[in-house]
């Protein structure tokens, strides 16, 4: 009984330190499934491939700023331009390919707006550019807004209800600039910026909505702390076009 007892002991053991062995192994296999961060900078950027090249889009919807909201219009030129139009104001944003800075003008709308634009032209306004200059162009808007130019380390993360990618930091160390895409299509998701000694917190929401398309998120939001800065929530769309368009035939207006 004694050496039964004593093999089935060993029996746990050995289970024991298998189970545990086995669970290392897996924790090294799902952080090895990260890819690097060039890679994910380099999938980013290939999303200029995808689709029509439009070459101006506009966006309409509501903007909100200081709790107050206005209809407004977001314009893109692509690549790299911007106008946020609200109240019969107007403020812009342009940058040229691979440069680290950007023109912004105001407008009267106010320093929220303006940053909101700033902030979120490079991320949505990348396309007509090859993917290579769309990787120079997130690359050197990232490192402009202080995150690590190697954007390593990268983290798993969640952004409300969809996994993301962290380039730049650990994805709870939200005092770091740092970059987020979504795992999936490696849109991007989140950026949180160095602003004059502060983190800015943009989020880009709701990509595939019918009112902004596949490339374009339907809803953009500045945070800094627990303060929504500005918000720009588009309902209606026009100019992106998507491959399908393009290869559409012309109508049949004829009548038998």
């Known amino acids: 009984m004694i050496g039964i007892a ?75 331009t911007c106008t946020l139009e609200a109240d019969g104001k107007s403020a812009s944003a342009a940058r040229v390919a691979g440069a680290s800075a950007a023109k912004i003008t105001d407008g009267g709308l106010g320093p929220d707006a303006a940053d909101l634009l700033r902030l979120v032209c490079p991320l949505i306004a990348y396309r007509n550019q090859t993917p290579p200059q769309a990787e120079g162009s997130l690359r050197a808007f990232a490192v402009s807004v202080g995150v690590a130019p190697t954007l390593a380390p990268t983290s798993l993360a969640r952004l409300y209800d969809r996994v993301t990618i962290v380039l730049g930091a650990a994805a709870r160390q939200l005092d770091r600039p740092q970059l987020w895409l979504y795992k999936d299509s490696a849109a991007p998701a989140r950026l949180l910026a160095l602003s004059n000694g502060a983190i800015d917190d943009l989020r880009l929401l709701q990509y595939g909505n019918p009112a902004a398309g596949d490339w374009l998120p339907r809803v953009v939001e500045l945070w800094r702390g627990p303060a929504l800065r500005a918000r720009f929530e588009a309902q209606e769309s026009h100019g992106l076009k998507d491959a399908d368009d393009d290869e559409a035939p012309a109508a049949d207006d004829s009548h038998e």
């Open 6 to 80: 004593n093999i089935g002991t060993q029996t746990i053991r050995r289970a024991g330190v298998g189970a545990a062995l086995l669970a290392v192994l897996c924790a090294g296999a799902a952080v090895a499934y990260i890819p690097s961060a060039a890679s994910l900078l380099r999938r980013a950027a290939a999303r200029v491939s995808e689709g029509a090249r439009s070459r101006e889009v506009t966006l309409s919807g509501t903007l909100q700023l200081g709790g107050r909201a206005q209809n407004a219009t977001l314009k893109l030129r692509f690549p790299l």
